[in-house]
């Protein structure tokens, strides 16, 4: 059974930064497509970036490109998000997910979920 657990979040003033990290346990993780989603109030589940299980293509949302960075240790069975120049528009419930299939993104896409982290941004 493969379970994901997200840390790292809180409160930070727009401009900021923080650094996001998801502890995978459970068999076949370098083999998974692992990725970011977040949730802010009111509004859906949304597409934040993706990382492949072996090496360094990854995918983002428009709306995060040049301030957000995925990244995984295959060794240690953890990935990150380090998110630089936080706006207040990023507030939301930040999820941990992975992808048996191994596509970066799809309709679906997801088949492990993490219980999410906080993250607020004030103005």
């Known amino acids: 059974q493969v379970q994901l657990v997200e840390s790292g979040g809180g409160l930070v003033q727009a401009g900021g930064s923080l650094r996001l990290s998801c502890a995978v346990s459970?068999?076949?993780?370098?083999?998974?497509?692992m990725g970011w989603f977040r949730q802010a109030p009111g509004k859906e589940r949304e597409f934040v970036a993706t990382i492949f299980g072996y090496g360094d293509t990854t995918s983002y949302a428009d709306s995060v490109k040049g301030r957000f960075t995925i990244s995984r240790d295959n060794a240690k069975n953890t990935i990150y998000l380090q998110m630089n120049n936080l706006k207040p528009e990023d507030t939301a419930v930040y999820y941990c997910g992975a992808e048996k299939s191994g596509a970066l993104y799809y309709r679906g896409w997801g088949d492990y979920w993490g219980r999410g982290t906080q993250v607020t941004v004030s103005s």
């Open positions: 459970g068999r076949g993780f370098s083999h998974y497509s």
